[in-house]
């Protein structure tokens, strides 16, 4: 028995020698699903696994970002009774058409794991086919139900990462963004009553009609999710930039054109200062969603109740999200504030070299640097401790309010300072090569201070917490 593990061990072995993970080709999500009037999805999700653990694996993990909706969840964004709570029901799990063990374990029902019933070794490949149904909850979250859209983020079993040795787990936190996935490739298949459009993560390849249903198709390469948005109300605008187009998908907005102006002309800012923009489309939603925006690979939500200026700033937040985690990405449950501190940074010049949409730079950074200011002397008033360290998991924090200033506002003052001591010019040139670095892959503080190496003791005096503002 120990020769036949040595064995396995020396076979799984063999494929990484001359091979890094560079080389290997991505995993792909084959998904098929159709959307009931209901709120119901049923669907298949063939996944077809490239192995890049170096020892191999004869398990996988998944995440199941949906559980955290339902009604007996302990760790869940949903704060108050809804009408409707979500559910999830894995059917089957299945390998060249024979079952596989599986179990729906975590800390709160949050991972589906997959026994393979051999050992996959590195660069080889599997497909693991999972039929599941879904009930989305009532409300305005990622992934909902809402009274004027249907919100499809999140929606199916994700890949854990692979890190230091073993699968991540995510849990669904209230505070923050609980994702962190891997860039994959994606082919999707959405049916729908007809009477919906659906704005996705990719432009639709095909879309084909039959009686009241149609059936969308999509594909999209290196992307660390696939999200839809669906609505009997929207209206869409679209312009080219490009070989990109951009759309705006709306129900309530007066002035829809402002929005999908400054969604292009922010596209085209970013992708000029920091690289190209990855994908054929991009498309901006107007959404049931209870805070301002959220970002996903190719499509972005704001939230419908939004005035004109916040409006405008979300769209651009989200927007240059798609380089800041979209295309490098990180740990959102640890290490928050490397996507939320450069795309707040990112929106703040956008606006100081677009005076055009009169939402002031020098305000931005005033009010990031008195909020995170004030968080410390309201703590010590009250005569709590005060912890600014920036690297901190999600459950540790002790409610929005520090997480905001924690994620968004300190980051946003360090990289202001940062732009003080070394000019704005330098900044730039340092996170242009840090996203042609590290585009589709992830990241961590090290890279960030590896890259800002001029002011490597500045950032460390922030992540740490030491620094005053």
């Given at each position: 028995m120990?020769k036949?593990?040595l064995l396995?061990v ?6 990484c020698?001359g091979?890094?993970?560079q080389?290997l ?10 959307y009931?009037d209901n709120?119901v999805?049923?669907?298949h999700l063939s ?10 694996t004869d398990v996988?993990k998944?995440?199941?970002f949906?559980n955290a909706?339902?009604k007996?969840?302990s760790i869940t ?7 409707v709570y979500g559910?999830?029901e894995?059917?089957s799990?299945?390998?060249k058409?024979e079952?596989?063990?599986?179990e ?7 991972i ?7 050992i996959i070794?590195y660069?080889e490949k599997?497909?693991?086919d999972?039929d599941f149904g879904?009930v989305l ?5 990622r992934?909902?139900?809402g009274e004027s859209?249907?919100n499809?983020?999140n929606?199916f079993?994700?890949?854990?990462v692979?890190?230091n040795?073993?699968?991540?787990e995510c ?5 923050g ?5 891997e860039?994959?490739?994606f082919k999707?298949e959405m049916?729908?009553p007809?009477k919906?459009v ?7 390849s095909?879309?084909?009609v039959s009686?009241d249903?149609?059936l969308y ?5 290196n992307a660390?999710?696939?999200?839809l948005?669906?609505s009997?109300k929207?209206?869409v605008i679209?312009?080219k930039s ?17 929005t ?6 922010s ?8 690289g190209?923009y ?6 901006v939603c107007?959404s049931?969603f209870?805070?301002g ?17 916040n409006?405008l700033y979300t769209a651009?937040?989200e ?7 979209g295309v ?10 490397l996507d939320?501190?450069?795309t ?13 949409f009169?939402?002031?730079s ?5 009010n990031?640097?008195k909020?995170?200011s004030?968080y ?5 008033s009250v005569g709590k401790?005060t912890d600014y360290k920036?690297?901190?998991h999600?459950k540790d924090?002790?409610?929005?309010l520090?997480y905001v200033n924690?994620?968004?506002?300190r ?15 330098k900044v730039?040139?340092v996170?242009?090569?840090y996203?042609e670095?590290?585009?589709f ?6 890279e ?22």
């Amino acid at each position: 028995m120990k020769k036949f593990l040595l064995l396995l061990v020396i076979v799984c072995l063999v494929p990484c020698f001359g091979c890094n993970k560079q080389d290997l080709e991505n995993s792909c999500y084959k998904i098929y699903a159709e959307y009931l009037d209901n709120g119901v999805i049923g669907a298949h999700l063939s996944f077809d696994y490239v192995c890049d653990i170096k020892d191999g694996t004869d398990v996988l993990k998944f995440n199941l970002f949906t559980n955290a909706f339902r009604k007996d969840a302990s760790i869940t964004p949903i704060e108050d009774n809804i009408s409707v709570y979500g559910e999830t029901e894995i059917i089957s799990v299945k390998e060249k058409g024979e079952d596989l063990k599986f179990e729906i374990c975590g800390s709160d029902k949050n991972i589906l794991k997959v026994e393979l019933g051999k050992i996959i070794c590195y660069g080889e490949k599997i497909t693991v086919d999972i039929d599941f149904g879904l009930v989305l909850p009532s409300g305005s979250f990622r992934y909902c139900k809402g009274e004027s859209t249907v919100n499809l983020g999140n929606w199916f079993p994700v890949l854990c990462v692979y890190d230091n040795g073993a699968f991540y787990e995510c849990e669904y936190y209230a505070i923050g963004d609980p994702f962190y996935s891997e860039v994959a490739d994606f082919k999707v298949e959405m049916l729908v009553p007809s009477k919906m459009v659906v704005a996705s993560s990719a432009k639709a390849s095909s879309c084909d009609v039959s009686g009241d249903k149609t059936l969308y198709s999509y594909e999209l390469k290196n992307a660390r999710d696939f999200a839809l948005v669906l609505s009997e109300k929207f209206s869409v605008i679209s312009e080219k930039s490009g070989s990109v187009t951009v759309n705006y998908y709306y129900y309530d907005d007066s002035e829809p054109e402002k929005t999908l102006e400054v969604t292009k002309k922010s596209l085209e800012y970013f992708s000029t200062t920091f690289g190209n923009y990855p994908y054929d489309e991009f498309s901006v939603c107007q959404s049931n969603f209870s805070e301002g925006g959220m970002e996903y690979p190719g499509l972005v939500y704001i939230n419908d109740t939004l005035n004109l200026a916040n409006k405008l700033y979300t769209a651009v937040h989200e927007t240059a999200h798609q380089w800041w985690y979209g295309v490098v990405g990180n740990n959102q449950l640890t290490e928050a504030y490397l996507d939320e501190g450069l795309t707040e940074y990112s929106t703040a010049i956008f606006f100081d070299e677009n005076k055009e949409f009169n939402i002031s730079s020098a305000l931005i950074f005033e009010n990031a640097r008195k909020s995170a200011s004030m968080y410390g002397e309201i703590l010590q008033s009250v005569g709590k401790e005060t912890d600014y360290k920036m690297v901190k998991h999600l459950k540790d924090f002790s409610g929005n309010l520090e997480y905001v200033n924690t994620a968004y506002n300190r980051p946003l003052t360090m990289m202001k300072t940062i732009e003080d001591a070394i000019g704005r010019d330098k900044v730039k040139t340092v996170l242009k090569k840090y996203y042609e670095t590290y585009k589709f892959k992830t990241v961590t503080t090290n890279e960030l201070l590896e890259n800002f190496s001029l002011a490597k003791k500045l950032l460390s005096s922030y992540i740490e917490g030491k620094a005053v503002v």
